[in-house]
């Protein structure tokens, strides 16, 4: 084996390394923001500073989680939504096609008749 992971279906493993440094993105950002945070408060000592950044960090990941989640449910209801609407648009379209087909069929039976 050569030790690289094999491919998944649908990409799978592009999408799961995407998410991840979509994610490690977030927590640099979450980091950066609670340093600016508490740069102001010159009062702080070292380990304050610290716990401070810390939960600052910590609330933003869990509030851009909730985010992701919310966003997560809607794509997925939006998709269930859409391949409902879709399969309408397919059953629509055959008896569209059926019904012109049999048209054309009765009406080529009738001329050939004559």
């Known amino acids: 084996m050569n030790g690289l992971p094999k491919r998944r ?16 993105a977030r927590i640099a950002e979450a980091e950066r923001r609670a340093q600016m945070f508490v ?12 716990e401070i950044e810390r939960h600052y960090v910590a609330d933003s990941l869990q509030r851009a989680r909730r985010d992701l989640e919310r966003i ?4 997925l209801s939006l998709r269930v939504e859409y391949e409902r609407r879709y399969q309408q648009l397919r059953r629509r379209c055959l008896a569209l096609t059926l019904t012109v087909c049999a048209v054309l069929t009765t009406v080529a039976t009738l001329l050939s008749a004559l």
Do not use: F, I, K
Not at 9 to 21: P, Q
């Open 39 to 50: 740069r102001p408060m010159e009062w702080l000592t070292t380990s304050q500073r610290t």
């Open 72 to 75: 997560a449910a809607r794509s």
């Open 9 to 24: 279906a649908d990409g799978e493993l592009g999408n799961t390394v995407e998410g991840y440094l979509l994610w490690q």
